[in-house]
């Protein structure tokens, strides 16, 4: 009896490895631009588990449950494996600590498996596709494309349904996102899935004559590549070099300075210099882009996130010159800060004014009339919160600019090579501030 039953469950992890065999070989003849992923990701038989797992190198899938998919529909294992490879080639397992996890998971499936629908495989098409393509096409709609992070933005604002979420959960969902967060299981770290990423990218230009087809996991690709930036060490750009009314520590010798005190009473042989040069925040001026593109929930988060690193004491002056310009098409507002107290009157009863077309020529041009008018005593730096749509100024000023975006667009224009292109995320502005 024992016998017996140790050799079907042989039988059905040697038919389950097959068939992930199977799997494997039809997605490296018809995705050659996937070979080195194909590689990194191996298949793991892992019984009992009740479901399909990754750890960021291996797909641990369960032998029972995947002969029972597989008769449902044969193509449930080629679909598995392109699905969880794609999620590592997109890496959406990193950097996943500050995000709603429900929202997150959701996300990917629905990101990866709209890519796998543009791929239109046959060998990986699945019954629900059709429903599947129906709902993705409104939802496309809704948040103007379908990477992970767009689709995450837009529950995050529009939180789904239970309904919508249990629909999503059918149409979507192939494995479990367990080890998401816990960096320690992730034997391939995510620079090492960054370089497969970058030549998938560079493959994909010579794999296919439809380029529809590959629209989809090219937009994903540049959205899981794109440099991530700190946005507290990036600010530190801008600061300005001033004199601080502080005991300079690096300079001075407290061992000569107390034995002065010993030996002389109140006669130290040294005394502390009162001064230290410090890299701190004086003059500064933050452009706002108040057209109607730039929401004012968003603009608002990004103000409050600049306003809580500018303070820290160790970056902030106690008098300090910094301007919020509000602009359209023309300056609309100019809010001067010279103390925190101002900084924070503003941020509570402060409003964004404008919201028409952009051009950002006008706030270059009204800097240099506060420069004539010496306002500022050395301005360092200009950051510009905006969508990118505007007209850009033809000349370099002799500060520091720049420009600061909340995701990748294509189609803006380009920045001046003058100045300092920054993408941040959304969500990470928003939660933090």
């Known amino acids: ?193 960054r370089k497969i990423s970058e030549r998938i990218k560079a493959d994909l230009k010579s794999f296919s004559a439809n380029k529809d087809s590959t629209e989809s996991i090219e937009q994903n690709l540049r959205e899981a590549t794109r440099e991530r930036y700190d946005y507290t060490d990036f600010l530190r750009r801008f600061m300005v070099t001033g004199e601080a009314m502080q005991v300079n520590d690096d ?21 502390p210099l009162e001064y230290k040069d410090s890299n701190k925040i004086k003059d500064f001026v933050i452009a706002l882009d108040t057209s109607a593109s730039c929401r004012g929930k968003t603009v608002q988060a990004f103000l409050q996130k600049t306003y809580d690193i500018m303070q820290e004491s160790e970056n902030f002056f106690s008098k300090i010159n910094v301007h919020i310009i509000q602009c359209d098409s023309e300056v609309r507002q100019d809010t001067k800060i010279t103390e925190r107290r101002e900084f924070d009157l503003f941020m509570q009863n402060g409003k964004l004014t404008g919201f028409g077309s952009t051009d950002f020529c006008p706030v270059f041009a009204y800097v240099e009339t506060l420069r004539e008018q010496n306002e500022f005593d050395d301005l360092k730096g200009l950051l510009y919160f905006t969508d990118g749509y505007g007209i850009y100024p033809e000349h370099m000023p002799d500060y520091d600019v720049a420009f600061v975006f909340l995701r990748e667009d294509e189609n803006a224009p380009k920045v001046p090579p003058w100045a300092i292109r920054i993408v941040l995320d959304e969500e990470e502005i928003e939660e933090e501030a």
């Open 251 to 271: 300079e001075f010798d407290y061992i000569y300075y107390t034995y002065g005190l010993d030996t002389y009473g109140n006669m130290p042989l040294v005394e």
């Open 1 to 193: 009896m024992t016998t017996d039953k140790t050799d079907r469950q042989t039988r059905i992890r040697d038919l389950a490895a097959q068939i992930m065999g199977l799997a494997h070989d039809e997605l490296l003849i018809n995705m050659r631009f996937l070979d080195v992923a194909l590689s990194k990701l191996k298949t793991v038989c892992r019984e009992q588990t009740g479901a399909h797992l990754y750890d960021g190198a291996a797909l641990y899938y369960d032998p029972t449950l995947l002969l029972r998919q597989y008769k449902n529909a044969p193509n449930h294992a080629a679909r598995l494996y392109l699905h969880t490879l794609l999620h590592c080639i997109f890496y959406h397992g990193a950097e996943t600590d500050k995000l709603n996890p429900d929202y997150w998971d959701m996300a990917t499936d629905i990101a990866v498996e709209s890519v796998i629908l543009d791929l239109d495989l046959h060998f990986a098409k699945m019954p629900s596709d059709d429903m599947l393509r129906s709902r993705l096409d409104v939802l496309g709609k809704q948040t103007g494309g379908l990477t992970a992070e767009r689709i995450y933005r837009h529950f995050k604002i529009e939180g789904p349904s239970e309904k919508a979420r249990d629909e999503w959960y059918q149409l979507c969902h192939y494995d479990e996102h367990i080890y998401w967060g816990r960096r320690e299981e992730l034997e391939l770290s995510q620079a090492e899935w």
